[in-house]
């Protein structure tokens, strides 16, 4: 009789102690993510930004994702290179992207940018510190979306036919606990050191300590590597291009894919404005308002796990995609409404958006892995990822400009760590409506994929262990 061997991956304390290491790194990288967003108030007035410009730099994190298909590239390099390699690779992009933000954040470029081509002025001219950090934030963009599709991998591979959903949603909660400190430690950062650049240096020490640790990670994979090979598992299929082709023909997976730049672009660019909306919508004081959107990827946190075991035990994927996006909707459509603008209306609604922020997410990385083989599954998160990346580089654009072109309402003298700012006030009304625009949208690809399911039957609704 064939005797089957544990491996490494079959121990309990191993998985766990890999997800501890993977995910630290993902907390730093969303630390760095939205460690500006606080400071959207204060980016303006001392580096001279409109709305605009912050949207730009914002929308930087996309740029290069986008338009040089890095994306495309970093999944064939984790199909071909593996985790280890890839993992290590995305963190020293992201250590020279942070840098470069840091730079141009801490007041070292001064003036303005125009792009003229021809003589055709091609954008409106913009600070030139605002284009030099988002073209580190660009950068920066590229090795942290390099990292969250190798830690997918990782992941999946090291808890496959296990707690797969209920570990994918760690992992996420992980990054979520990066967002929820990035809303409110920049400020007192700031406050402290008076200089707005302060969280980015912190990011980037808490990034070289998340390249060590990543480093252990890659002990311990090196080790599962030989106890498969000793055990003929078979190594991981490497990266081709006609995989793109026959994940391309997968029908569920472009509903997922558009399902999730839908919802993605109505949370992680709200979450770039959510602390200025708490300002100036519901009058919160400027050092305590991060404490409320913070709720977001602090109840994200704490219920991300709940729905990815809900998911690996009872099933419903599809049905709590629905539910999610339903949500999503709700909420942005009570933000648009003027007259909503009491505090405990902006902490419920924070809340609600936190629970739709943890159902959409547990539910949809698992379902990707349950409807591409293994093999392919770099390669598909990474399409995915790119397909995302649309809407995390446009919608923060769109987002600025409409804001500078339609909701300014005036602008009011206020002191800002001890200096009298002049702050431009705006009205978040259209803002939130493209968002619940966004989320209605998400909830119609959302009901496609529970259609195609059931022709299909990939099992999104089943369990995905049995109990
Ligand atoms: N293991 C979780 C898979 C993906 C998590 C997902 N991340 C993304 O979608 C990234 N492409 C974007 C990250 C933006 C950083 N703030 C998530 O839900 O965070």
């Known amino acids: 009789m064939n005797e089957i061997k544990a491996t490494l991956r079959d121990s309990k304390t191993a998985r766990w102690m890999v997800l501890i290491l993977v995910s630290f790194t993902m907390m730093c990288a969303y630390y760095l993510t939205d460690a500006m967003a606080p400071l959207q108030e204060r980016l303006q007035a001392n580096l001279s930004w409109s709305a605009s410009d912050y949207g730009f730099f914002t929308s930087g994190y996309g740029w290069f994702n986008v338009f040089l298909l890095m994306l495309v590239f970093s999944g064939m390099i984790l199909d071909k290179m593996g985790v280890r390699f890839t993992g290590i690779l995305s963190i020293g992009i992201m250590l020279i992207g942070a840098a470069i933000k840091y730079w141009a954040i801490s007041g070292h470029v001064q003036g303005m940018f125009e792009l003229n081509i021809l003589g055709w002025q091609a954008i409106s001219s913009s600070a030139k510190s605002s284009v030099v950090a988002g073209f580190g934030f660009a950068i920066f963009g590229v090795g942290c979306e390099m990292f969250g599709i ?74 599962l590597d030989k106890e498969d090979a000793d055990a003929g598992v078979a190594a991981d299929e490497e990266f081709k291009f006609a995989d793109i082709l026959e994940i391309g023909k997968n029908r569920a997976f472009w509903y997922i894919t558009t399902l999730c730049v839908l919802f993605y672009s109505a949370v992680f660019p709200f979450i770039k404005y959510a602390v200025n909306l708490m300002v100036q919508k519901f009058d919160i004081s400027d050092s305590f308002a991060g404490y409320i959107p913070a709720l977001l990827p602090f109840g994200a946190l704490l219920l991300t796990p709940v729905f990815g075991n809900l998911f690996d035990k009872k099933g419903k994927g599809a049905t709590i995609m629905i539910i999610g996006s339903i949500l999503l909707v709700c909420v942005h ?40 083989p293994h093999s392919k599954l770099g390669t598909a998160y990474a399409m995915t990822f790119w397909v995302q990346n649309w809407g995390l580089m446009g919608v923060p654009l769109l987002i600025g400009v409409v804001l500078d072109k339609y909701c300014i309402t005036g602008t009011i003298t206020k002191l800002v760590d001890g200096k009298e700012q002049v702050i431009t006030q705006y009205n978040y009304m259209i803002p939130m409506l493209i968002f619940a625009f966004f989320g209605f949208l998400a909830i119609g690809f959302a009901l496609l994929l529970k259609a195609e399911d059931r022709k299909k039957g990939y099992g999104l609704e089943r369990p995905n262990i049995k109990e």
């Open 333 to 372: 459509l009570l933000f648009s409404i003027p007259s909503l603008n009491s505090f405990p209306i902006a902490i419920g609604l924070v809340i609600l958006l936190g629970i739709a922020f943890s159902m959409v997410p547990a539910a949809m990385w698992p379902s990707i892995a349950k409807i591409i």
């Open 150 to 223: 190798a830690a997918n991998k990782a992941v999946v591979r090291w808890f496959r036919g296990k707690e797969m959903a209920l570990a994918i949603g760690l992992n996420t909660s992980t990054g979520r606990i990066g967002t929820a400190l990035a809303m409110f430690t920049p400020i007192p950062l700031v406050r402290m050191t008076g200089d707005i650049s302060a969280p980015v240096l912190l990011a980037l020490v808490l990034l070289c300590i998340g390249m060590l640790v990543f480093i252990l990670f890659t002990v311990m994979d090196r080790k």
